[in-house]
């Protein structure tokens, strides 16, 4: 079940320690303002944000706290895909609707106690709009009342787009996935500057890696 779900398959893995760390690091990273909304984001394609979203979401599950995954990448979202469902209904579709009084019908229950989703939806012709729309600002205000903690998966920053920064903007902190040797620094600075410039919250770094020898993936957590 849920084959990219690490923590649940295989919870002693290294890559499942780093995670509930990482999980540890944020419920303590705020003293005065408790962080209840986190974007995870990253440079470019491929470095591991929606793995380490649906399974930070699954670590939050599993200490008892009732999470939400949302799927904000809304042009190349696969949380449906990781949670082995369909995408026929989800954010974009939302945010064309009366936010308010249609989002539960749009948050799907996953067999993991504690743990819901909200999958991208249908791509528009506009995502960054609907990203920065009132309603969408509303929407995240009205998952924050409903769960302990909402974590948003979304797409890169370096490409141009700004849909993430948007996200940044709406949330109360955010969490930058780089690759292990393959971001590179420079890179990984210039998507720092950039959320910095529309003063986003960073609450860290996750460098994600493959040890090439076993094939295994490794994370570490950099506050
Ligand atoms: N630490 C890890 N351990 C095992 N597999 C991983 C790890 N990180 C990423 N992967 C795998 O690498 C692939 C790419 O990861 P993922 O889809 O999470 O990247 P992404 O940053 O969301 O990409 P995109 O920008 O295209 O949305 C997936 O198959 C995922 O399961
Ligand atoms: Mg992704």
Redesign the pocket.
């Known amino acids: 079940m849920y084959q ?1 779900l ?1 923590l649940n398959n295989d919870p002693k893995s290294v ?1 499942s320690e780093t995670i509930r760390t990482l999980r540890t690091n944020l419920q303590f990273s705020s003293i005065d303002k408790k962080i209840r909304t986190i974007l995870i984001t ?1 440079s ?11 399974n930070l979401a699954l670590a939050f599950a599993q200490s008892g706290s009732r999470v939400l995954l949302v799927d904000c ?1 809304i042009r ?3 949380q449906h895909y ?1 949670f082995g469902s369909h995408n026929r209904a989800g954010l974009s579709n939302l945010l064309l609707e009366n936010v308010e009084e249609k989002y539960a019908e749009y948050i799907q229950e996953t067999k993991i106690k504690n743990l819901s989703v909200m999958f991208r939806g249908v791509t528009p012709p506009n995502p960054s709009e609907l990203l920065g729309s009132a309603k969408n600002k509303m929407l995240i205000d009205i998952l924050k009342e409903n769960y302990d903690i909402v974590i948003f ?1 979304s ?2 920053i370096n490409g141009g787009l700004t849909d993430s920064l948007i996200m940044g903007t709406l949330v109360d902190g955010v969490v930058i ?1 780089a690759a292990y040797k393959e971001t590179s620094i420079s890179l990984l600075n210039s998507t720092k500057k950039s959320l910095e410039n529309v003063k986003a919250n960073i609450l860290g770094v996750v460098l ?3 040890n090439n020898k076993s094939k ?4 570490h957590y950099y506050g």
Do not use: H, M
Request: glycine share 12%; charged share 30%; aromatic share 10%.
């Open positions: 990219e690490v890559i990253s470019v394609p491929g470095e591991g944000k929606s793995f380490i979203a649906a990448d190349k979202g696969r990781i998966d797409a890169p996935v994600n890696r493959a295994k993936y490794y994370g």
